[in-house]
């Protein structure tokens, strides 16, 4: 299973951005996947996860009201759409990608997924 994520870039406070995650090869039925961040110097945090299944859905308060987990099954993709973004949103973001259902209170735990992207790196600067 390989996982291509994509979409980040430079973006001024207050833009927008949209990220993919797409996933191939072996085909999950009832995944949960998941978006996480990583900033230079910090530990790698939990930002939005989603159960395939039932669209359940989980967000870091960090991100709540501003970014949107979605997903496309035709294209076996998942989405993250960025409003608002701040400063401190800079980071490299990396999808993950779990074969089964999670309970959502295990969104946030890394070591709870199977499959990682390589990561793509968001600037948010004036």
């Known amino acids: 299973v390989q996982l291509q994520a994509s979409g980040g870039g430079l973006v001024q406070p207050g833009g927008s951005l949209r990220l993919s995650c797409e996933a191939s090869?072996?085909?999950?039925?009832?995944?949960?996947m998941a978006w996480f961040r990583q900033a230079p110097g910090k530990e790698r945090e939990f930002v939005a996860g989603?159960?395939?299944?039932?669209?359940?859905?989980r967000y870091s308060n960090s991100v709540k009201g501003r970014f949107t987990i979605s997903r496309d099954n035709a294209k076996n993709t998942v989405y993250l759409q960025m409003n608002s973004l701040k400063p401190d949103d800079t980071a490299v973001y990396y999808c993950?990608?779990?074969?089964?259902?999670?309970?959502?209170?295990?969104?946030?735990?890394?070591?709870?997924?199977?499959?990682w992207g390589q990561g793509t790196q968001v600037t948010v600067s004036s």
């Open positions: 993950a990608a779990r074969e089964n259902n999670l309970i959502i209170g295990a969104f946030g735990q890394p070591k709870m997924y199977d499959y």
């Open positions: 090869g072996r085909v999950f039925t009832s995944p949960t």
């Open positions: 989603m159960r395939w299944g039932d669209r359940n859905t």
